[in-house]
């Protein structure tokens, strides 16, 4: 399904004059609604323009119009799983803010408070139609991008961090890591939280309106529906585009000019993304804005909604075309519409003598990048696993010899597999007849989702429930064990009592049960963890700037962390001094320039353990950093004897790169998980860890970050001599 685009035309404000009206509206066919956009060409006002779209709505139309026309057909979606984006675009001063926030009388309620009453009504019918068997919680995220940083918006502006939230890539999509998520009971929930937040959102007065937004606003809308032991979640994100600007026209001053200029980059970039997915280009430049890379136009899944807003009058009209010509060609770029998938809560253990009287039919697990189980049922998944026992509860399920209803099998194998919509489902939208999809949860299902019955035992069934729920304990206690002891997992070994001939599906299973929780447990900490090394990376390069950025980058993954501060005040300090040029008495440029000359014979001094700078350690933070730091460099110990023979398999590092190496360096600059996890030596974790390290590279600096050498890949951390020579021999076709 492709992007659905829609243009919607302001009426003229209190100033503005009938007579300088140059935008129209029109149908393509006789007695339809209106779908074409008609504007005179600049150079000859005999000649007109018209751009088609899905829709278009006039300068009469209201708020209520336009919801019930382009958002209320899609809520049903949303609650059947399907993520929904709206998103308004336009020159500044062209109605955004109007369309999706809107006024606070009710008649002038925008696209995002209609949708909150729409979602709490339709999750109190839900609730009322299956007598209370399924709940629906809703839960709100919302933050702005600044100046191409990320601010949350539901947390006051004092505890911002300079550098805002990191984002990050997890299974396909772009998370924001740390961000709150608050929980919303019913629409004065909604309404407080959210007039609060906007107070936090940055505007101002510009010559072209009065309250302008300096930022690109993300309202993300989670709604997570629980029957029994299944949570359906959905997202519904709302965004609210900062306007393009001519600053030719809005007389701004610096802090404006920097706020439009990281704006205008941001919808550039927009425009550069637009027109490769429509040109089918292979590289997108999702990741030259922070708005883009969350926006993932075309990479997302669900139903995506493109509002133009523009302004009718003549003072607008190259910003209008240019508009134009941007969002007609978004209408040619394909979303997949791909449900959600029904997660399974998790269930507290049985004793012993029940364990085989329930239990539900062992199922893959639902893909982690469909799962979004929101605060408000996680809060709820905790206090049913308190209530109902008092040992942890599991996050996996377990093989049964009971019978499957047939109807269960068909919820199962959604889960087995995204389902992907074919053409012939339509959006509720596009006509009345629209093929309706069943809910996974809201329709009155629920018998099919109730406890299996008897069924004959699966032939693949070679131990029991309670031996395979016994591996699996041992393995979570492996793998904690030897996290705990700070080193890498051994390789899991078959004890002696376990059967030799673990099937497929369970292996499966422990291997995505060993990644969630490595994953749950790393992600935040190796995040912080990074910005750290690239912190020291920058001072050892005399890059002060770059040092500060990074460790107060590092700061909200550490909070309080005493020397860490230390670090920071005294890099303020000192740049503080530099800039007000006291620090010229001193001699550190001097020292700067020869920490830099100096730094590779520190770098071998350091692998030879000799030498340490003395931070970073007495605690956690520190002493992770150093551990972070020294693992390349212990591999690189206990490689030294290997490593000619490592690096002689590799070309010469002086010639011209060879094709296999053009080859391996191209996959690795993609930055896509899936290619590079393709690559021989390389795994999942490998992947994600080389394509986070790029893409910090990426955050921190406008230059080229790609690695260029093979060389260059060696010294990505993690990587080593080993696994490149292993990747650049698996390419030997080349
Ligand atoms: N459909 C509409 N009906 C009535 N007034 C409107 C409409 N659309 C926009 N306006 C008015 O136009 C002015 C500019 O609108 P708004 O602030 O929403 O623009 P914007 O595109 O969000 O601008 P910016 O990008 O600078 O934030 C506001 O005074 C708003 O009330």
Redo the contacts with the bound molecule.
């Keep these: 399904m492709s992007v659905r685009v829609v243009a919607?035309i302001?009426?003229l404000?209190k100033n503005e004059l009938d007579k300088d009206v140059i935008v129209t509206v029109d149908s393509a066919e006789e007695g339809r609604a209106p779908n074409l956009v008609k504007i005179p060409s600049p150079k000859n006002a005999a000649e007109e323009f018209t751009f088609a779209f899905n829709s278009v709505y006039d300068?009469q139309?209201s708020?209520e119009e336009l919801f019930s026309a382009e958002v209320a057909p899609h809520l049903k979606a949303l609650f059947q799983g399907l993520d929904l984006t709206f998103f308004?675009y336009?020159?500044?001063?062209?109605?955004?803010?109007?369309?999706?926030?809107g006024?606070l009388k009710l008649a002038?309620r925008g696209v995002i408070p209609r949708l909150l009453s729409g979602v709490f009504r339709r999750g109190k019918k839900i609730a009322k139609d299956t007598n209370g068997e399924t709940t629906v919680d809703v839960a709100l995220s919302y933050y702005e991008i600044y100046n191409d940083k990320v601010f949350d918006l539901l947390e006051p502006p004092e505890k911002r961090t300079p550098a805002g939230l990191p984002l990050r890539e997890k299974d396909g999509k772009t998370i924001v890591v740390g961000l709150s998520e608050r929980s919303c009971q019913d629409l004065k929930d909604f309404e407080t939280l959210y007039i609060e937040a906007n107070t936090n959102r940055v505007?101002a007065a510009?010559k072209?309106?009065?309250?302008?937004?300096?930022s690109h606003a993300i309202l993300r809308v989670t709604v997570t529906q629980t029957t029994g032991d299944m949570v359906l979640s959905s997202t519904a994100s709302a965004i609210?585009?900062?306007?393009?600007?001519d600053n030719r026209r809005t007389d701004n001053g610096k802090e404006r000019l920097v706020e439009s200029a990281a704006i205008n980059k941001s919808l550039f970039v927009l425009s550069q993304c637009i027109d490769a997915i429509s040109r089918g280009d292979k590289r997108i430049p999702y990741r030259e804005s922070k708005m883009t890379r969350i926006l993932s136009l075309g990479q997302n899944n669900g139903i995506t909604i493109m509002i133009l807003?523009l302004?009718p009058m003549r003072s607008y009209h190259l910003d209008t075309l240019s508009s134009l010509n941007v969002s007609s060609r978004a209408k040619r770029i394909e979303v997949r519409e791909i449900e959600n998938e029904v997660v399974f809560k998790m269930q507290p253990p049985r004793t012993t003598s029940n364990l085989m009287s329930g239990r539900q039919a062992l199922r893959p697990l639902t893909n982690a990048h469909n799962v979004h189980t929101g605060l408000a049922a996680k809060e709820k998944a905790a206090a049913a696993a308190a209530s109902a026992g008092d040992k942890p509860a599991k996050a996996f399920s377990v093989y049964t010899d009971r019978a499957k209803p047939p109807a269960r099998a068909a919820i199962t194998s959604n889960t087995a597999q995204p389902r992907r919509s074919t053409s012939t489902v339509k959006r509720p939208s596009d006509s009345a007849s629209g093929t309706e999809r069943p809910s996974k949860l809201a329709k009155p299902t629920h018998t099919s989702l109730s406890r299996p019955q008897a069924q004959p035992q699966p032939e693949t069934l070679s131990i029991s429930a309670a031996q395979i729920e016994a591996m699996v304990e041992r393995k979570v206690s492996e793998i904690l064990a030897s996290r705990a002891a700070a080193q890498p997992a051994p390789p899991s070994e078959p004890s002696q009592t376990e059967p030799s001939s673990i099937n497929d599906e369970v292996a499966r299973r422990l291997e995505a049960l060993e990644r969630r929780i490595e994953t749950s447990e790393s992600d935040s900490k190796s995040e912080g963890l990074r910005f750290l090394l690239q912190a020291r990376q920058a001072k050892e390069r005399g890059d002060d700037e770059g040092a500060l950025f990074c460790y107060e980058s590092a700061l909200p993954f550490f909070p309080g962390q005493a020397k860490l501060l230390g670090k920071i005040e005294r890099l303020t300090e000192k740049l503080a001094a530099k800039q007000a040029g006291s620090c010229a008495a001193e001699p550190e440029p001097t020292r700067d320039a020869e920490r830099v000359r100096k730094s590779k014979s520190r770098k071998e001094k350091r692998d030879a353990g000799s030498e340490h700078d003395g931070s970073f350690h007495g605690s956690d933070a520190d002493a992770d950093e150093e551990s972070f730091v020294d693992r390349p460099r212990k591999q690189s110990r206990k490689q030294a004897g290997r490593q000619p023979a490592a690096v002689s398999a590799l070309p010469d590092s002086d010639g011209p790169p060879t094709p296999r190496t053009q080859h391996l360096l191209s996959i690795v600059n993609s930055r896509d998980v899936a290619q590079i996890k393709a690559l021989h030596g390389f795994g999942a974790k490998k992947a994600r860890d080389l394509v986070d390290f790029l893409e910090l590279k990426d955050d921190y600096r406008d230059l080229n970050n790609d690695i260029q050498t093979l060389a260059q890949l060696r010294m990505v951390p993690g990587m080593g001599g080993r696994t490149v020579e292993r990747a650049y021999a698996g390419l030997a076709g080349v």
């Design positions: 919607r302001r009426p404000l300068q139309t708020q308004a336009g020159v500044t001063g062209t109605g955004k803010t109007h369309t999706m926030r006024g002038e505007t510009t072209l309106n009065a309250h302008s937004s300096r609210d585009l900062a306007g393009s600007e807003n302004a």
